[in-house]
């Protein structure tokens, strides 16, 4: 098993607090974060290191104006790919992003400025997305005569619909602001997306880790299960999960009347 220390980064910055909290930073400002191969790269060796290393939560940001412009387009066409060449890069991508859909550890992506094409696809590996108020959201794949291959067609069709995606690759049109909230590109807007990032990941962290395991896998296999599949298999994930040790504890506390209350702030 690789440790958090044998990585070897250069386009992305990774660091781990003292609660467990992992900060994954995209380092590429100059690049306004596009996405080159040696980048999904790194993703797939950080995604697959972290839920083996004890880490609790992991917020995934960027440094510079924007959370990333996509397909690094000046690499591929230097590279001039072939098809089958091109077919390759996409299931790396694909590799990465489904270490972070389902590794187990929650991911809450910071977004700013441009949240476009691959930059979007990424995005939305993530469990939750906190967006800035100068966050805009895109899939330009069609004014550059290409078609999305990270994701986007499994991903963000699932987030704002078949329809809504089509019409953003077909017209070119962004989303930002509230409206990006309400189609579910985003599920807060805010300011400060760094501390509001900061805020669910040190409430995430609170939880049981084999509750956050399985809230952050088990979802994404139910759904792409049967009906009659899915039910089956979360009834053995809650046996698993309902009956360990830490909920024991939770539930006596609960059972005391020591336990936080559920309610509304304020």
Wanted: aromatic share 6%; hydrophobic share 45%.
């Amino acid at each position: 098993m690789r440790d958090i220390g044998d990585l070897r980064l250069q386009n992305i910055l990774l660091k781990v607090d003292d609660d467990d909290i992992a900060t994954v930073t995209l380092n590429r400002p100059e690049k306004r974060n596009a996405l080159d191969l040696a980048t999904i790269d790194e993703l797939v060796d950080i995604f697959s290191t972290l839920p083996r290393a004890g880490v609790k939560v992991a917020i995934l940001r960027a440094n510079g104006d924007h959370f990333s412009a996509g397909l690094d387009l000046v690499e591929h066409h230097r590279e001039n790919r072939s098809a089958s060449d091109f077919m390759h890069v996409c299931l790396r991508w694909h590799e990465a992003f489904n270490k972070m859909e389902y590794g187990g550890v929650p991911i809450i992506a910071v977004l700013k400025g441009a949240v476009v094409g691959g930059g979007l696809e990424l995005a939305s590996a993530a469990h939750i997305r906190v967006a800035g108020t100068d966050s805009y959201f895109g899939l330009p794949e069609g004014q550059r005569g290409l078609f999305t291959g990270g994701g986007a067609t499994i991903r963000v069709a699932d987030l704002i619909g078949k329809a809504r995606m089509i019409d953003m690759m077909l017209s070119g049109r962004l989303y930002r602001g509230q409206e990006a909230v309400d189609v579910g590109l985003c599920q807060y807007l805010v300011e400060d997306a760094e501390a509001k990032a900061w805020e669910i990941a040190r409430n995430a962290a609170q939880n049981p880790p084999l509750s956050n395991f399985a809230i952050c896998s088990a979802i994404s296999h139910m759904q792409n299960m049967s009906a009659l599949d899915a039910a089956y298999a979360e009834a053995v994930v809650a046996g698993v999960v309902n009956t360990q040790d830490a909920a024991r504890a939770r539930l006596e506390a609960f059972a005391k009347g020591t336990a936080n209350k559920i309610k509304p702030q304020g």
